[in-house]
T-cell receptor, first 112, second 113 residues
Framework: KNQVEQSPQSLIILEGKNCTLQ??????????LRWYKQDTGRGPVSLTI?????NTKSNGRYTATLDADTKQSSLHITASQLSDSASYIC???????????FGTGTRLTVIP | DAGITQSPRHKVTETGTPVTLRCHQT?????MYWYRQDPGHGLRLIHY???????DKGEVSDGYSVSRSKTEDFLLTLESATSSQTSVYFC????????????FGDGTRLSIL
């Protein structure tokens, strides 16, 4: 069964600290993996998208990694800011079919 | 921000009434999607469109219908709303299936009493 699991479910960190969010998947065959940021009351916004051949991609203070062999991805946030408080969603696309698998997200809270 | 507008943003209605949600895009993207988001669940696809008058069902399509008469507009209709359809509904667009979903609207919060 194709699944996407994210951990932790929630996380609280101090402003200025780094953190790493995890996404493990069983989707096969794999096409791509995307990380979204969703602010409260807003729609998800794409941060990065990675294909099978990419193992690192950055977007400002956000760096995503992908290990297609172990089917794991991580999103690393550097020098966190209050505005990073949001839910982060991992989405994996299956090759050859119009199937996307959404994780349930990690709720990040950055406190001063 | 991508040009996606959802209306209304909030709606409260009663069980058994029809409800139509609208998504309007200014990006001229071919693909449009409707998702629902509920606590404890990832976003779930209701229906999607791959062109004017071309639509297909998603994972949770029962109780919903859609229409796309113009490239820029995608309507989601609940013919007879039920309390289980209380949710936040998101519209999304993409240029291609491989790149879906690229951009989301800000959602419609629908409460059915």
């Amino acid at each position: 069964k194709n699944q996407v699991e994210q951990s932790p479910q929630s996380l609280i960190i101090l402003e200025g600290k780094n953190c790493t969010l995890q996404c493990n998947y069983t989707v096969s065959p794999f096409s791509n993996l995307r990380w979204y940021k969703q602010d409260t009351g807003r729609g998800p916004v794409s941060l990065t998208i990675m294909t099978f051949s990419e193992n690192t991609k950055s977007n400002g203070r956000y760096t995503a990694t992908l290990d297609a062999d172990t089917k794991q991805s991580s999103l690393h946030i550097t020098a966190s800011q209050l505005s990073d408080s949001a839910s982060y969603i991992c989405v994996v696309r299956e090759t050859g079919a119009n199937n996307l698998f959404f994780g349930t997200g990690t709720r990040l809270t950055v406190i001063p | 921000d991508a040009g996606i507008t959802q209306s209304p943003r909030h709606k409260v209605t009663e069980t058994g009434t029809p409800v139509t949600l609208r998504c309007h895009q200014t990006e001229n993207h071919r693909y449009m999607y409707w998702y629902r988001q509920d606590p404890g669940h990832g976003l779930r696809l209701i229906h999607y469109s791959y062109g004017v008058k071309d639509t297909d069902k998603g994972e949770v399509s029962d109780g919903y219908s859609v229409s796309r008469s113009k490239t820029e507009d995608f309507l989601l209709t609940l013919e007879s709303a039920t309390s289980s359809q209380t949710s936040v509904y998101f519209c999304a667009i993409s240029e291609s299936l491989e790149n879906q979903p690229q951009h989301f609207g800000d959602g419609t919060r629908l409460s059915i009493l």
